[in-house]
């Protein structure tokens, strides 16, 4: 069963770049494609974008501009940096494994703040 | 971008029921439809893909319909634990993947 655990800064200033961390125990990152997510508070779920074990990547066209996701399979471990954050980027953060297009197994999620 | 619509934002059941929740597209596809429930503190779980099909370790009290542009989950015979907020999410157009904004079920 794979366990994903996103880490990273709870607190981030109006400007600068978010930076979170999804390690991935109890399975192999590859052939996978592995996601972002988000949910600001009172709101939806949005895909943030994907990138699969090889390095290719594919980002929502809503935050292409501000997003680059990497990953490193020999640490088991994938990450996203989201620039120019604003309030609006206050969310609860989900890294997740994809199954076909869909998402099989999630992190519990990482609460962040965009406060000066 | 596929806008999906679920309604209702919340409702409210109590233990026991069989609740049905609706999931509206703004186009039209055939399938490519997931279900998710969520719970505060817990990791998100997958309960339905590709509409219909129940993922390892769901109980079949889940059960998922629909193609066009209606889908809907029903949950049969409601548990405590089914108590949580669910989501569609479609994946026909994957660039973007979106959701729907969610179902609330409370206990009533």
């Known amino acids: 069963q794979v366990l994903l655990q996103e880490s990273g800064p709870g607190l981030v200033k109006p400007s600068e770049t978010l930076s979170l961390t999804c390690i991935v125990s109890?399975?192999?990152?590859?052939?996978?494609?592995w996601s972002w997510i988000r949910r600001p508070a009172g709101k939806g779920l949005e895909w943030i974008g994907r990138?699969?074990?090889?390095?290719?990547?594919n980002y929502n066209p809503s935050l292409r501009s501000r997003v680059t996701m990497s990953l490193d399979t020999s640490k088991n471990q994938f990450s996203l940096k989201l620039t120019s954050v604003s309030a609006a980027d206050t969310a609860v953060y989900y890294c997740a494994r994809m199954g076909g297009n869909w998402f099989d197994s999630w992190g519990q999620g990482t609460q962040v703040t965009v406060s000066s | 971008e596929i806008v999906m619509t679920q309604s209702p934002a919340t409702l409210s059941v109590s233990p026991g029921e069989t609740v049905t929740l609706s999931c509206r597209a703004s186009q039209s596809f055939t399938n490519s439809l997931a279900w998710y429930q969520m719970k505060p503190g817990q990791a998100p779980r997958l309960l339905i893909y590709g509409a219909s099909t129940r993922a390892t370790g769901i109980p079949a009290r889940f059960s998922g319909s629909g193609s066009g542009t209606e889908f809907t989950l029903t949950i049969s015979s409601l548990q405590s634990e089914d108590f949580a907020v669910y989501y569609c999410q479609q994946y026909n157009n994957w660039l973007p993947i979106t959701f729907g904004q969610g179902t609330r079920l409370d206990i009533k």
């Open positions: 990138i699969y074990s090889t390095g290719s990547t």
């Open positions: 109890g399975g192999s990152m590859t052939s996978y494609y």
